[in-house]
């Protein structure tokens, strides 16, 4: 597999319509629409189900790209790949094409975890069903869904019929009770279109990933791996991106009075030569984390946690250096550099939030449970879950 040669065409349309898709808040059709059409969508699909069987690498590979191109474009992907991650892991019985539905490009996938109620704490759904018909009913407001009225397929989840653990449904698009509550409009990642849903659904068995309670399992063992490693790659993209800009507008900006370009001015090059290292070794610290995720080791947990917050640290850094650096010209949006700035906030406040990463990544390194009273109703699995050939996991 080649991937630069099934994603270079991918770029030049996102990068083409990235300017629009912000300035609009629209969700980037073209992009989508080749993304679909390329098998990228099936990166991490086995290839018995005609995915590319990809691994962590290349998803950073991939979205760190496309992230430089448009970060809406990216940020649908990423949820894609990690609604693929607990479908192929375990797949529903009663959707027995759908592994190769993502692959092909025919299901755009997506997840529906954080609730209003529990907030950023996505593993802990407050909305629980109640038996009806012979089988589940559940009404659960979902607050932020990525590829809202655009995906095919939610991964949605609630608690299990006693309360006692968390379960994870397949709910297709267009089922009776699946419903946007209202647009989306927000600062960064405008495309998107995350808007909080609502699931007035019936829950049934043959539609559940694994057995009854599972759902934690599956969310902090082959979610949050694939998630941690894709929303890093974001970051990092974003923050390639704002560092190229950097370079070539102070390279190329002239002080006539002066006779000398921006980047001749020492306070410049030190901006920018910060930048570029944090930028190194950010980029350093997230392939490491993508090889231990494809081959556990002792500290895949750490290099899982760690990888997000930092990542998402560095974003907040560098694009902010490269405002301060391109001064007006960044306020001016023809650079570009205010999108990447607005994008990069997102990824810091998504769940799980930088701050408890590094909470959850200091409970780790001091022996401490990763969660105190009362705990998920599931214990956090071995770093041997593997959901696409590659293995990934959290274990504490």
């Known amino acids: 597999m080649d991937l630069h040669d099934r994603l270079d065409p991918i770029l030049a349309i996102a990068a083409e319509h990235a300017h629009d898709v912000d300035a609009r808040a629209r969700f980037p059709e073209e992009a989508v629409a080749a993304l679909r059409e390329s098998g990228l969508l099936g990166l991490i699909v086995p290839p018995e189900h005609g995915g590319l069987g990809g691994g962590p690498q290349d998803v950073v590979d991939l979205l760190s790209a496309l992230a430089g191109a448009c970060g809406s474009t990216a940020m649908i992907t990423l949820m894609h790949f990690a609604a693929s991650a607990p479908l192929i892991a ?25 609730e209003a109620g529990s907030r950023s704490h996505f593993w802990a759904p407050v909305s ?92 902090l063992g082959v ?57 190194g070794a950010a980029s350093a610290y997230l392939d490491r984390a993508a090889e231990r995720v494809a081959a556990p080791q002792e500290d895949t947990t750490l290099f899982v946690l760690g990888s997000k917050a930092h990542s998402n640290d560095a974003a907040l850094h560098i694009t902010d250096s490269a405002m301060r650096v391109c001064g007006g010209a960044a306020f001016s949006q023809h650079l570009q550099i205010d999108r990447y700035f607005r994008d990069a906030r997102a990824g810091h406040v998504m769940a799980p939030t930088a701050d408890a990463l590094y909470e959850f990544y200091g409970r780790v390194i001091t022996g401490r449970p990763l969660f105190d009273a009362p705990p998920p109703p599931a214990d956090v699995p071995p770093a041997d879950a593997q959901p696409a050939g590659a293995a990934s996991g959290v274990s504490a």
């Open 223 to 279: 979610v949050l791996p694939w998630f941690n490693l894709g929303n890093s790659a974001v970051s990092l993209g974003l923050s390639r991106a704002a560092v190229d800009a950097a370079v070539k507008h102070t390279t190329g900006a002239r002080l006539q009075h002066l006779d000398q370009t921006l980047s001749a001015l020492p306070t410049i090059r030190a901006q920018l030569a910060k930048m570029s290292i944090e930028l």
């Open 128 to 219: 629980q069903p109640e038996a009806h018909d012979g089988g589940l009913h559940v009404l659960a407001k979902k607050s932020w869904v990525t590829s809202a009225g655009h995906a095919d397929v939610f991964v949605i989840s609630s608690k299990t019929e006693d309360g006692a653990g968390v379960d994870l449904y397949a709910i297709a698009a267009g089922t009776p009770g699946v419903e946007v509550d209202r647009p989306w409009a927000g600062m960064g990642f405008r495309g998107n279109e995350s808007s909080p849903m609502t699931f007035d659904v019936d829950l049934r068995d043959d539609r559940r990933l694994g057995d009854s309670g599972a759902g934690t399992d599956l969310m």
């Open 90 to 114: 375990a797949t529903p019985s009663g959707a027995p094409g759908i592994l190769s539905d993502l692959a092909s490009g025919r299901a755009l996938g997506t997840l529906a975890f954080s």
